[in-house]
């Protein structure tokens, strides 16, 4: 049964600077886009449509048995594609919950999906979102690789503080990989897309500390592997290889 109070939403667009048409790769048989769809589906957790500015997108996720719906092409990101796409599926506002997956991750595992959810049963939780612990120097020093800092409140649960490219906090003691995938309250969402982008959100080109520095409370729920992006061709043949062994 899907749950009508949740939706999945997944962005996906052509125009990626580094992999263009990235959405329809060949992975294993299936375009990437289906890959990640598939992963949203088999999470269990609510409806699932690709929200996207491109009708060939969209007519191979109708053609695999998806969802999707067509939003504006000018959006500046992927927040803003998906508060469209849920007034369109949505304006009746029953969905409370709305997950933003991006379309890049195909080797994303249902339960790490299903990992935002729990913090929700606090109301005072605008948006959650994930991170993973960090191992080696060089995640721990690669400013593509963003980390996470937060208070710990519960097990494998932190409240965050501050996102940032640069390798933090200071001294001995875990650091965290952020994982961008967010999920958003409704109402949440809606005032997130409203705000102008923050000083801190320019400085780090890192749109979540528009909704820090807006003091909407983010909890971070820390999970065991970061699933692997697909940014640039050698990643593509990283996911190729992961998923024609599964």
Do not use: C, W
């Amino acid at each position: 049964m899907i749950d009508p109070r949740i939706l999945v939403l997944i962005p996906a667009r052509m125009a990626a600077t580094r992999l263009p048409g990235k959405p329809l790769a060949d992975i294993a048989g299936q375009p990437m886009i289906v890959h990640v769809m598939r992963r949203a589906e088999a999470a269990g957790i609510g409806r699932v449509a690709v929200a996207t500015d491109t009708d060939e997108i969209a007519a191979v996720v109708t053609a695999h048995g998806g969802e999707a719906v067509m939003t504006r092409a000018d959006h500046p990101s992927g927040s803003d594609r998906i508060h469209e796409a849920m007034q369109k599926l949505d304006p009746q506002g029953k969905a409370e919950i709305v997950i933003n997956l991006q379309g890049d991750f195909p080797t994303i595992t249902p339960a790490t999906i299903r990992e935002v959810l729990p913090p929700f049963e606090d109301p005072a939780v605008d948006i959650v979102t994930l991170a993973s612990q960090i191992h080696t120097e060089e995640e721990d020093l690669a400013p593509s690789v963003v980390k996470a800092v937060g208070s710990q409140i519960g097990p494998k649960r932190l409240r965050a503080l501050y996102f940032t490219r640069a390798t933090a906090p200071y001294g001995n003691g875990p650091r965290y990989h952020h994982i961008g995938l967010y999920a958003y309250r409704r109402a949440a969402l809606e005032r997130f897309v409203s705000l102008p982008p923050s000083p801190l959100e320019k400085q780090e080109s890192l749109e979540q500390l528009r909704a820090v520095e807006a003091g909407m409370r983010i909890d971070i729920m820390i999970v065991d592997s970061v699933p692997r992006g697909v940014d640039t061709p050698p990643d593509l043949e990283t996911a190729r290889s992961i998923l024609s062994k599964s």
